[in-house]
């Protein structure tokens, strides 16, 4: 239980932090403001809250065969346009 308590901690500091994201900001290589450069920069995770079900349950099915607060998925995005 003790480490639920942790991992629940540490993910809450994780978004409250991740709240604190600011404006986007564009970067102009000259006064004239003819090249433009913007980006966009996301990563997103999902944590399995509980475990999986198996076929001997007959509950369900979920793969892969996961123990609750497991990492199940991450991605990162960056979208960059150069105009």
């Not at 404006?23 to 980006?39: H, N, P, V, Y």
């Not at 001997?56 to 346009?81: F, I, M």
């Amino acid at each position: 239980m003790e480490k639920k308590r942790w991992v629940l901690a540490g993910g809450l500091c994780v978004f409250l932090l991740l709240g604190l994201v600011t404006q986007g900001e564009t970067l102009f290589i000259d006064d004239k403001k003819s090249l433009e450069i913007s980006a966009k920069v996301q990563t997103r995770a999902t944590v399995r809250l509980q475990e999986s079900d198996t076929e001997e349950n007959l509950k369900g099915y979920s793969w892969p065969e996961v123990d609750s607060w497991d990492l199940v998925q991450h991605r990162n995005l960056a979208l960059v346009e150069i105009n």
